[in-house]
């Protein structure tokens, strides 16, 4: 199991530190309707968490056994994975502004302050499962945990683990807030200030790092 966990450290980091997320989750808390968005969209970026993992979990676990220590099928995917990752990498750096220049945001986010819980929870729930990026490395976890061999107990620690560490950055802005909704408002706007600004550099880092990790993990199982 040891050796699982090792593997889905890095993807469920990958997830945690998405910028986007975490700026609709403080846009959420910033706005009129803060709590009942805040807790709808946490709720659902955690249930697409959850559902994104379990699925491809379910769907490795049937990856034919080679019968020794190798993985060749799994090691296929991670590569693939990697390569895509890599490839968003470089679109993100692409996509970088430069100088003082306002970097371009998701039109959807206009429309937080209008949002309902359920809304919200829509929201979260497409942002951590269909997101291609959140999606790629809920895919590498997946496989990594399903040709893992490991028991259903043990699978089902792993992907507890997975899911608290990759929704962690949107569950503690949100937790905070609504213990101390007076004293967050101005960090969480400095904080939402420096996301917007560094978002695809941020990305493009992260995710270059992941897809090497998840090249090499590939090419280990063979």
Partial sequence: MGSVIGEILPLALGIAI???PIIAAILMLLSPKARGTSIGFLVGWVLGIVVAVIVFTLVSSFLPDSGDASRPIAGVIQIILGVLLLLLAVKEWRSRPHGDAEPALPGWMAAIDSMTAARGLLLGFALSALNPKNL???VAAGVAIGSGGLTVGESTIVIVLFTLIAA?????PVIAYLAASNRMAAP???LRRWLVHNN???MAVL?????VVLIGKGIGSF
């Fill in 136 to 138: 790629l490395m809920g």
């Fill in 18 to 20: 998405s910028p986007v």
């Fill in 168 to 172: 962690s950055t949107v569950a503690v």
């Fill in 200 to 202: 695809a550099t941020v």
């Fill in 188 to 190: 969480l706007e400095s």
């Fill in 207 to 211: 995710l270059l790092v992941i897809g």
